[in-house]
């Protein structure tokens, strides 16, 4: 009989984390609003650019060594029951302990056609939500189009098409060409 009782409150981090150490190693999770919600496998154009993204953010940590680190497949804990995974985020140069942070400074999210929705606005107003985070860039993976939000601009849109552009994050002096971000991905 207990078998059949479902548990219906909201999961917490703490039981998500329970949870997702059952499962297979190639699923990828995130809790949203307490429920776990698996990834769809990603396309071979999404990997590129979050593989494209971290390569050009560690050239500018091998050329800089800054205050920041990046990385991807970590969860950002936006409250109890709240554990989105950014594509690629970036976050103080602190000791890291354990798969979770609370204070990054950049989500980077690779739009997909199942998660758009959420990434555009559900996990923009999340992040938002943590004082630490300064932009949120969201990046097409069908066109040359990069949505970057600003703290400082109030998180007004500001769009980039054109393979020309560069990707500025000031407050970090980080500047990412277009270019590189798309480089080696076939667009529709």
Same mark, same amino acid.
């Given at each position: 009989?207990?078998?059949?009782?479902?548990?219906?409150?909201?999961?917490?981090?703490?039981?998500?984390?329970?949870?997702?150490?059952?499962?297979?190693?190639?699923?990828?999770?995130?809790?949203?609003?307490?429920?776990?919600?698996?990834?769809?496998?990603? !396309?071979?154009? !999404?990997?590129? &650019?979050?593989?494209?993204?971290?390569?050009?953010?560690? $050239?500018?940590?091998?050329?800089?060594?800054?205050?920041?680190?990046?990385? $991807?497949?970590?969860?950002?804990? &936006?409250? =109890?029951?709240?554990?989105?995974?950014?594509?690629?985020? &970036?976050?103080?140069?602190?000791?890291q302990v354990g798969r979770e942070c609370d204070d990054l400074i950049? $989500?980077?999210?690779?739009?997909?056609?199942?998660? =758009?929705?959420?990434?555009?606005?559900?996990?923009?107003?999340?992040? =938002?939500?943590?004082?630490?985070?300064?932009?949120?860039?969201?990046?097409?993976?069908?066109?040359?189009?990069?949505?970057?939000?600003?703290? =400082? $601009?109030?998180?007004?849109?500001?769009?980039?098409?054109?393979?020309?552009?560069?990707?500025?994050?000031?407050?970090?002096? &980080?500047?990412?060409?277009?270019?590189?971000?798309?480089?080696?991905?076939?667009?529709?």
């Amino acid at each position: 009989m207990d078998d059949l009782v479902r548990k219906t409150e909201p999961m917490s981090v703490e039981e998500y984390f329970a949870f997702s150490d059952t499962r297979p190693d190639d699923e990828k999770w995130e809790l949203i609003d307490g429920e776990p919600i698996l990834q769809a496998s990603p !396309h071979s154009r !999404h990997q590129t &650019i979050v593989g494209n993204v971290l390569g050009c953010l560690y $050239a500018i940590r091998q050329e800089r060594r800054p205050s920041w680190t990046s990385m $991807a497949g970590i969860g950002v804990r &936006i409250s =109890a029951n709240n554990l989105p995974e950014p594509d690629v985020l &970036i976050r103080p140069k602190t000791p890291q302990v354990g798969r979770e942070c609370d204070d990054l400074i950049v $989500a980077f999210e690779v739009l997909s056609e199942s998660t =758009a929705d959420k990434d555009l606005r559900w996990k923009r107003k999340a992040y =938002a939500r943590l004082p630490s985070l300064m932009y949120y860039v969201v990046i097409a993976q069908d066109a040359v189009e990069i949505v970057v939000y600003a703290r =400082a $601009a109030k998180f007004a849109e500001q769009r980039l098409e054109s393979l020309d552009a560069r990707l500025e994050l000031p407050a970090l002096g &980080i500047s990412l060409p277009l270019a590189g971000i798309y480089q080696d991905v076939e667009l529709s």
